[in-house]
């Protein structure tokens, strides 16, 4: 079997944008305090970054409405969405001034928002690197307390 893979001419953002959504992705809600209220936004570049110490991480663009917020804030919480949980998802993508509006949720780590809908994981983590790479800047974080239950993670894909 021979296997010929077309080429394109120049890797522009929406080239690249519609060929990475090929790739199947988990989904999560990161959450925060920003200005002295809750924030929170759906991201699907999270990942572990390493095992010792227990890092996580995940990417902001540069043109977020929040993005000074996000970059401000000493910690963030990871909410792995489950397979069942699209509404949730979706609620944090939607571009609003209040994404916690009718959203259930309780003080953390450091008074951080830990949304009450049981997911399959959940990190507490405190930032440790804030990493700009490209029109992106990348959040690692130490990961304090975890938190898991049964569900099963949404995968993303194409």
Excluded at 36 to 57: C, D, M, Q, W, Y
Excluded at 83 to 98: C, G, K
């Amino acid at each position: 079997m021979t296997c010929v893979t077309p080429t394109t001419p120049d890797v522009t953002p929406a080239v690249l944008r519609e060929q990475m959504a090929r790739w199947p992705t988990g989904v999560a809600v990161i959450t925060t305090i920003g200005s002295g209220r809750p924030i929170g936004k759906t991201v699907n570049s999270f990942h572990a970054t390493s095992l010792e110490p227990p890092l996580v991480g995940w990417c902001i663009d540069h043109r977020s409405s929040q993005f000074a917020e996000w970059m401000a804030a000493d910690g963030y919480v990871v909410h792995v969405v489950a397979h069942d949980q699209a509404a949730l998802m979706s609620h944090f993508a939607t571009p609003s001034t209040d994404r916690f509006r009718g959203v259930d949720w309780v003080a953390g780590l450091d008074g951080m928002p830990v949304l009450v809908e049981p997911v399959p994981l959940r990190l507490e983590c405190r930032v440790s690197h804030r990493l700009p790479a490209g029109d992106h800047t990348y959040l690692v974080g130490e990961v304090i307390t975890i938190t898991t239950s049964d569900a099963v993670p949404l995968c993303l894909k194409r």
